[in-house]
């Protein structure tokens, strides 16, 4: 929905090798928020994206700045102390406030709303979890309330509500923020500048972008997902979870937000433009392995969203967040190794806030200041025993079930003869019929880490069940964390 609103216009692609001090890659809002804050720093810095800015997962979430995330900080707690879950809590206040701040400095005309905000459930059995995460919400000094005058829901069992939350169009912030990087001295941006290696040279790194090299002392990683595996053994950190999101014009704008605390996860939000009114609703959340069938996935949460206005939606669109293994974000130096390799990733479903949170520590880190988030969000942070189990159940899991699954069930009756997986030469292919009946085939193999591909019926795409890369029917690598091709002419394998 979101997407609509991106107009800005870069017009310049990475076609020359360049020298800087500062590479970001992935101009989501941690990227571009990042090269904001480095704005006048004194610092060379160059900002590229594979695609066009800010147009893939922010633009794709349903906008909301809050820290009421369903029971987050019980679960924070379960992994690790009440003092863990007390910095993250205080990492997405100032978040919030960081963005009112930047709204209001720029002028930003981006629908900023201050609104309440709910987590409930239907479910009886989830009551004593709520009760629980009261208590550290009470320890957080957090006004709360169980009743809400603006959502009512006789299947309601319990909620908790607070008034101090915001909503906004991301793409419109970031545009602003944009307009003042692009005036920048010190900043230059490019589009359609896709980054597929990156390589130590003594006391520099070189990113090979567009086959051209980008020479620089220091690297960020603000994309989605990187796509490397050493250093910071990401994919084992982490895992993927898809959501499937509509927008419906509705005739009242509710001031209000929510999200169920059970799984899989319920959200909603208003939004308003001009003289329309939208009902954004999200729902059938999963990881990326499970619940394979997009089109019935699609269906559902298109009739749920139907039911509740009346309307059939307007817009309709999935997104992928990186989930991790003990519910806190991966952000600073990605290993003790090395050092002037930064990410930024695994905002486990709210990017906006952090996003946000992870472009000040970032900032903080590049230039030498102390940060309290630092040590808690580390990316080489310490494992205990909640986050091996963690890792046994959601990523381990995850990727076997993608792999054997594609095995044993590798045309599922869904395709509906519209895409097949069969062997060509020894080689697993994936075929897909267009309506003229022509054949566009491709390596049915991830070139990330070698899993199989499902074919997506809906958006036409072959999509990773592993860490989530997607490609078109051609083989045009479209979302990372993959960089090349499925064509079967240069297939990487």
């Not at 603000?222 to 595996?229: A, E, G, K, L, V």
């Not at 230039?367 to 091996?388: G, Q, T």
């Not at 049915?444 to 199989?452: E, Q």
């Amino acid at each position: 929905m979101w997407q609509k609103d991106n107009d800005f216009i870069i017009g310049k692609e990475v076609k020359e090798d360049i020298e800087t001090e500062i590479l970001i890659i992935g101009a989501g809002i941690t990227g571009v928020t990042t090269a904001y804050n480095l704005i006048d720093s004194g610092f060379d810095v160059v900002l590229i994206d594979r695609e066009k800015f800010f147009n893939e997962t922010t633009a794709k979430s349903t906008g909301k700045l809050t820290y009421l995330q369903d029971l987050k900080y019980q679960e924070i707690c379960n992994i690790y102390d009440y003092e863990t879950a007390k910095l993250y809590y205080e990492s997405q206040k100032e978040a919030i406030r960081l963005v009112k701040k930047n709204v209001k400095e720029n002028k930003i005309d981006c629908s900023l709303e201050k609104e309440e905000a709910i987590t409930f459930t239907t479910d009886e059995k989830e009551v004593p979890k709520f009760i629980k995460e009261e208590k550290i919400l009470e320890k957080l000094e957090v006004n709360y309330s169980n009743v809400s005058d603006t959502f009512k829901n006789n299947g309601v069992k319990h909620l908790i509500s607070v008034k101090n939350t915001y909503v906004f169009n991301p793409v419109k912030y970031l545009k602003g923020l944009l307009k003042k990087i692009k005036k920048s001295n010190n900043i230059r941006i490019f589009e359609n500048s896709i980054a597929t290696k990156i390589r130590k040279d003594d006391d520099y790194y070189v990113a090979i972008v567009n086959d051209f090299e980008i020479k620089t002392k220091k690297i960020i990683l603000t994309c989605n997902y990187p796509f490397f595996i050493i250093p910071g053994f990401i994919p084992l950190k982490t895992y993927m979870e898809k959501s499937y999101i509509t927008a419906t014009k509705v005739d009242k704008n509710k001031k209000i937000n929510g999200i169920t605390s059970n799984y899989p996860t319920t959200s909603f939000r208003f939004y308003e433009e001009k003289d329309s009114k939208f009902f954004i609703y999200l729902s059938n959340s999963s990881k990326i392995c499970d619940k394979l069938n997009f089109e019935s996935n699609y269906n559902d949460t298109i009739n749920t969203a139907k039911k509740i206005t009346g309307k059939k939606p307007t817009y309709k669109w999935t997104n992928m967040d990186v989930m991790t293994n003990d519910f806190l974000p991966l952000i600073g130096r990605i290993s003790d190794e090395e050092k002037d390799v930064f990410i930024a990733t695994g905002y486990n479903t709210w990017g906006m806030t952090t996003g946000t949170i992870a472009a000040k520590i970032l900032v903080d880190l590049l230039k030498h200041k102390k940060n309290k988030y630092e040590k808690v969000f580390s990316p080489s942070r310490s494992m205990n025993l909640k986050k091996i189990k963690n890792f046994a159940v959601n990523t381990l899991s995850s990727n076997a079930k993608a792999y054997v699954l594609n095995l044993i069930k590798k045309n599922p009756s869904w395709y509906k003869n519209k895409a097949l997986v069969t062997k060509e030469d020894g080689k697993r292919i994936g075929i897909y019929f267009d309506e003229e009946g022509k054949k566009h085939k491709v390596s049915n193999i991830c070139p990330h880490l070698k899993c199989f591909l499902n074919f997506n019926e809906v958006d036409k795409t072959w999509d990773c069940p592993c860490h989530g890369s997607r490609f078109d029917v051609d083989g045009n690598a479209i979302k990372g964390p993959s960089q090349y091709n499925i064509k079967i002419d240069e297939t990487n394998e």
